[in-house]
């Protein structure tokens, strides 16, 4: 990739998001929960977001809210 597409990629939220996601995927507790929440709010259709959050949610209806916002 050229210095122009690496730059046009970096600027766009969605493809920030997926790089927090992959650091996420990575990390534990609250640094997890921290960088999915980050995706989201570079990219709110960011699935992989909620999937985390709901492996992290405290209660099952939780973890299902997080589910459903994913998949809707």
Same mark, same amino acid.
């Given at each position: 990739?050229?210095?122009?597409?690496?730059?046009?990629?970096?600027?766009?939220?969605?493809?920030?998001?997926?790089?927090?996601?992959?650091?996420a995927w990575e990390a534990a507790?609250?640094?997890r929960v921290a960088l @999915? #929440?980050? /995706? &989201? $709010?570079?990219?709110?259709?960011?699935?992989?977001?909620?999937?985390?959050?709901?492996?992290?949610?405290?209660?099952?209806?939780? @973890? #299902?809210? /997080? &589910? $459903?916002?994913?998949?809707?």
């Amino acid at each position: 990739m050229d210095a122009g597409g690496a730059e046009q990629y970096a600027c766009r939220p969605r493809y920030r998001a997926e790089d927090l996601i992959c650091e996420a995927w990575e990390a534990a507790g609250e640094r997890r929960v921290a960088l @999915a #929440r980050r /995706a &989201l $709010a570079l990219w709110p259709d960011c699935a992989d977001a909620y999937v985390l959050l709901a492996q992290a949610a405290p209660s099952l209806e939780e @973890a #299902r809210e /997080a &589910l $459903a916002q994913g998949v809707a």
